[in-house]
C-alpha cells in the first residue's frame, strides 16, 4: 500500500485527505478563522503546538498582533485538518476546492475569511431568485449587485477595490454590462434589507408618515390595498408585529423609484395568504425594472421567480454560485443536493417527498376534546367548532396571522381560559 495514499470526498464542504504530506494540485487550499470564535487567551494555543510544519520550524499559523486571532498561511499547510480537531472553540475550517475555482474568486473580507465565488447575473423583466443556505454570501450578492462593495476579486489587503479592474476581470462575460451600468451609477437600486425586526430601531413615528416620504411614484394608495396596509398606516413602528413590519419594508422598497429591485427573504414572517399576494406585488414590478429575490421558500419561489442561481458552500467560509436554472430545474437540483455540470454533492442526502394515501379515520384513543369554544377580547372573537385530538395524530392549524391559531392552541394547552365552552 502506498505511503502517500489520498482518499477524497468530492463535496462542497472539504477534502478529506489521508497520509499526504502535501495538498492535492487539483484543489484550491482555503484555511478560515471564525474571529468570533478564536479565544488565544482562553486555550493553549492548540493549532499551533500540534501542526506538523509548524513542529518542524516552518511557520503555518501565528497570532496575528492586529487581530489577535490566529491566522494561517494557505501556502505553507499542509491540510492535514489537525488544527481543526485540536482547535477547543471550533473555529477553524480547512477546505480543498477545484482549482477551476481559483480564477472565479469575486470577493474576500479578509485573510481567513469568507470569500464568494462567482456572481449572478440580473436580467431586466425577469426576476432572479437566489436559493441556498444562510451563511454563503446571498447577501454579499445583493451588496455587490447594488453598488454598495466594489468586489475585491480577492485582492483584500487593497483600502478600495478599483470597478476598472473589475470590469476588466469580467470583460466578455454577461455580468459585464450590467456591472459598467453599477459602476457608472447608471442604475438606481432599492434594497429590502433581510432583518425588518431593525426598523423600529431606526425609524420612528407613524407608518403612514414614513412611507409618504418614500413614495416618489406617487403608488402609496395602490400598495396600501395591494399589501393590506390599511389596517395598520396610523400606528406607531415601534408597535408592529414581525408580518406588519415585512409588509411595511417590501412597501417602503416598492415605493422608491429604483432601476433594480432587491428583496432579502420578503416571505418571512408572512402567512400563507400574505406570501402570495407579496409575490403577485413583486412579480407585476418586474416587467420594466431589474428585480432579485433571496428566499427559502420553495413555493414562493416557484411562483416568483424565472430564473435561480443556486448558491452552495459552507457556512461563514465560503460561497459559490452555480450556472442559471429556470425555476423548476433550480427548485429540483437544490432538493436532490447534486450538481451534475461540476461533480458536487453539497447534501449528504436527496430531499424526497413521500406520497402515500391518505390513511383511514385514526382509531386512536382520543387525547382531549373540546365542545365549542369561543374566546373574546376587545375588538376580536375567537370561536373553535367541536374536536378531537387522537394519540399519534398530527394535526395542522392553517389560517391567516391575527386570526387565533396562537390563541386556539393556547387554550387547548390551558395557558388560555375560554370565555365558552371547555377542553
Not at 479578509?110 to 446571498?138: Q, Y
Not at 418586474?286 to 432579485?292: D, G, I
Request: aromatic share 8%.
Amino acid at each position: 500500500m502506498a505511503r502517500n495514499r489520498i482518499k477524497v470526498l468530492r463535496d462542497a464542504r472539504t477534502v478529506i485527505r489521508l497520509n499526504s504530506s502535501r495538498l492535492l494540485e487539483t484543489a484550491v487550499r482555503v484555511a478560515v478563522v471564525f474571529k468570533d470564535r478564536c479565544q488565544p487567551k482562553r486555550c493553549h494555543l492548540e493549532c499551533i503546538a500540534f501542526c506538523p510544519p509548524q513542529r518542524t520550524g516552518t511557520e503555518v499559523i501565528w497570532i496575528d498582533p492586529e487581530t489577535t486571532k490566529a491566522a494561517i498561511s494557505e501556502e505553507t499547510c499542509i491540510s492535514c485538518g489537525i488544527c481543526v480537531r485540536k482547535c477547543p472553540f471550533d473555529a477553524i475550517r480547512i477546505i480543498g476546492l477545484p482549482e477551476a475555482l481559483k480564477e472565479d474568486l469575486v470577493h474576500q473580507y479578509g485573510k481567513n475569511a469568507f470569500r464568494l465565488f462567482r456572481l449572478p447575473v440580473p436580467k431586466k423583466g425577469e426576476v432572479i431568485g437566489l436559493l441556498g443556505p444562510n451563511g454563503i454570501g446571498k447577501t454579499t450578492c445583493v451588496s455587490i449587485l447594488s453598488g454598495e462593495t466594489a468586489p475585491n476579486l480577492g485582492h483584500y489587503r487593497r483600502k478600495k477595490p478599483h470597478w476598472d479592474d473589475v470590469l476588466e476581470y469580467f470583460a466578455g462575460t454577461e455580468a459585464h454590462a450590467y456591472l459598467e451600468k453599477i459602476a457608472n451609477k447608471e442604475l438606481t437600486t432599492a434594497i429590502k434589507p433581510q432583518y425588518v425586526d431593525k426598523l423600529s430601531k431606526v425609524y420612528t413615528g407613524k407608518v403612514r408618515d414614513l412611507l409618504r416620504k418614500t413614495d416618489r411614484q406617487g403608488r402609496l394608495d395602490e400598495l396600501s390595498s395591494s399589501l393590506e396596509l390599511d389596517s395598520f398606516l396610523d400606528r406607531d413602528i415601534s408597535q408592529l408585529s414581525g408580518g406588519e413590519l415585512q409588509r411595511l419594508a417590501i412597501a417602503a422598497t416598492m415605493l422608491k423609484d429604483a432601476d433594480i429591485y432587491f428583496f432579502d427573504e420578503p416571505s418571512s414572517y408572512l402567512d400563507i395568504y400574505q406570501r402570495l399576494q407579496v409575490a403577485k406585488v413583486i412579480q407585476s414590478l418586474s416587467k420594466e425594472k431589474y428585480v432579485v429575490v433571496v428566499e427559502h421558500d420553495l413555493a414562493v419561489l416557484d411562483f416568483l421567480a424565472e430564473t435561480v442561481f443556486l448558491m452552495y458552500g459552507e457556512e461563514g467560509a465560503y460561497g459559490i454560485i452555480a450556472q442559471p436554472r429556470a425555476v423548476r430545474t433550480a427548485i429540483n437540483v437544490y432538493l436532490g443536493g447534486y450538481l451534475k455540470e461540476e461533480n458536487i454533492r453539497f447534501r449528504e442526502r436527496e430531499t424526497r417527498f413521500d406520497v402515500r394515501p391518505p390513511r383511514a379515520e385514526w382509531r386512536s384513543e382520543p387525547l382531549l376534546e373540546f365542545q365549542e369554544l369561543t374566546k373574546r377580547y376587545e375588538g376580536f372573537e375567537l370561536t373553535v367548532h367541536p374536536g378531537r385530538l387522537r394519540k399519534g395524530e398530527v394535526v395542522g392549524v392553517v389560517g391567516p396571522n391575527a386570526t387565533g391559531k396562537t390563541t386556539f392552541v393556547k387554550m387547548l394547552a390551558g395557558q388560555e381560559t375560554p370565555t365558552t365552552g371547555s377542553v
